[in-house]
């Protein structure tokens, strides 16, 4: 998917020249960097791998786009488009949140039948899921909080679920999906991954502050 992801980054680098000093209102121009930059990534990201370095490589093309739409310096803040309006910023689309409504997309998509496009999207979930040591996609979710994107990025499941805990984001069809799971396979009282999950939890805190051995010797 390497020829994917370039087409991807010209596209998007052609619509930041296309509003470079345009005569647009920044409200147009921004739409129109979205049809033409956007639009690219969004059709093909649920399919394709995108690691943690070539997302924020996207998403620093994309806010200079939004910089050239309302005219303001380079080294202007990026906050005033990341942030939500709520909080006084234009909430401008990022490259991780156009992810994961394309995710969630695709699986609306896939699951809406029951045909074998539904059977492979759950056989495929049931293996990701033996993998992680969980027993449903709501664990898989709680798990995703350990691992790294490029990671967690391997299988489209664990991308979804991934994506989903980092951005906060709850799904009302998760228990749905664990349902017709267990109609399918006789998960354990408690997987692998809940039993040990406040364990390494703790080992990530330690290491995080550098504490990678335990001396148990004892010291005066």
């Not at 052609?14 to 033409?36: C, G, M, N, R, W």
């Not at 995108?50 to 620093?60: A, V």
């Not at 699951?111 to 899921?129: F, G, N, P, S, T």
Request: neutral net charge; proline residues 4%.
């Amino acid at each position: 998917m390497s020829a994917t992801r370039e087409v991807v980054r010209e596209n998007t680098k052609v619509a930041l020249d296309l509003i470079k000093s345009h005569p647009l209102t920044p409200e147009l121009s921004a739409e129109l960097f979205a049809q033409k930059g956007i639009g690219a990534f969004r059709f093909s990201a649920a399919l394709i791998e995108w690691s943690q370095s070539e997302l924020e490589g996207l998403q620093r093309i994309w806010v200079q786009a939004y910089k050239n739409a309302w005219h303001v310096p380079w080294s202007s803040a990026i906050s005033l488009y990341t942030f939500p309006t709520a909080q006084g910023g234009h909430e401008c689309p990022l490259p991780s949140g156009v992810l994961r409504q394309a995710l969630l997309q695709h699986v609306d998509q896939c699951m809406r039948r029951e045909d074998v496009v539904k059977k492979i999207m759950l056989a495929q979930l049931a293996r990701a899921l033996i993998e992680w040591h969980c027993n449903s996609f709501t664990e898989l979710i709680d798990e995703m909080e350990l691992w790294d994107w490029n990671v967690a990025n391997k299988d489209f499941w664990s991308r979804l679920a991934k994506s989903l805990h980092s951005q906060k984001v709850s799904v009302t069809w998760a228990e749905q999906m664990d349902q017709k799971l267990a109609s399918v396979l006789v998960p354990e009282k408690m997987s692998w991954a809940t039993a040990t999950r406040s364990v390494r939890k703790c080992k990530a805190r330690i290491e995080k502050i550098w504490g990678s051995r335990v001396d148990t010797e004892p010291t005066t």
